[in-house]
């Protein structure tokens, strides 16, 4: 079974720009969560989609938005990018809401914005 | 605010050695807590503990949590140079604006040989 797959992995963005992310999670899975890890904060949630509705929002600023699509398929698109934008987005996806013992995370988009 | 500390930060050993990492944390509505290992990109999912006092065990590694004294530890005994890795410790918890798990910032394990 493939596992979770992040598209693109790495990106170069200048501030001002905007950019979308892409995840397509596991067969089966309808629940896809994404995180943004940096170095200073950890891993951090932004946010989840469970049947193209979005369940949950960590505490981002309204420049990070997503959305989920019939297949499952979810991307995430940050408007503006600020320098502090640069991370690695990971997304996680699962069977169903709260599984997060069968969560199973994909390689990450590493973003660095110049 | 919830909160998920872990400590040491950084830990350098030699392989054969046996390892805690230890996670304390703060969390209201608590579920459940989680630890993963971070190799390179992807988390990979090690255990889930939702009840204090019952170890969990998967080969050299172990874990354990107490939810009185809100902490759980992390187990690696005769450590190999494949243990290196960051290990995260998240707690799940119902509802809330950061979401359903909230991670701290890891231990970065490496074993030399």
């Known amino acids: 079974k493939a596992g979770v797959t992040q598209t693109p992995r790495y990106l170069i963005k200048t501030r001002g720009q905007q950019v979308t992310l892409s995840c397509s999670p596991i067969?089966?899975?309808?629940?896809v969560s994404w995180y943004q890890q940096t170095p200073g904060q950890g891993l951090q949630f932004l946010f989840e989609?469970?049947?193209?509705?979005?369940?949950n929002k960590g505490n981002f600023p309204g420049r990070f938005s997503g959305r989920q699509f019939s297949n499952s398929r979810s991307e995430m698109n940050v408007s503006t990018l600020e320098l502090g934008d640069s991370a690695l987005y990971l997304c996680?996806?699962?069977?169903?809401?709260?599984?997060?013992?069968?969560?199973?995370f994909g390689p990450g988009t590493r973003l660095t914005v110049l | 605010e919830d909160k998920v500390v872990q400590s040491p930060l950084s830990l350098v050993v030699h392989e054969g050695d046996t390892v805690t990492l230890n996670c304390s944390y703060e969390?209201?509505?608590?579920?459940?807590l989680l630890w993963y290992k971070q190799e390179k990109k992807a988390p990979t999912f090690l255990f889930m503990l939702?009840?204090?006092?019952i170890e969990k065990k998967s080969g050299r590694l172990s874990s354990i949590l107490d939810k009185k004294e809100l902490f759980s530890i992390l187990n690696i005994t005769a450590t190999q140079t494949g243990d290196s890795a960051v290990y995260l410790c998240?707690?799940?918890?119902?509802?809330?604006?950061?979401?359903?798990?909230?991670f701290g910032k890891g231990t970065k394990l490496s074993v030399k040989p």
């Open positions: 996680a996806s699962s069977l169903a809401r709260l599984s997060t013992d069968t969560q199973y």
């Open positions: 067969s089966g899975h309808r629940s």
């Open positions: 989609y469970f049947s193209e509705t979005q369940r």
């Open positions: 969390v209201t509505n608590f579920r459940s």
């Open positions: 939702t009840s204090s006092g």
């Open positions: 998240a707690v799940e918890k119902y509802g809330g604006s950061q979401g359903n798990l909230i």
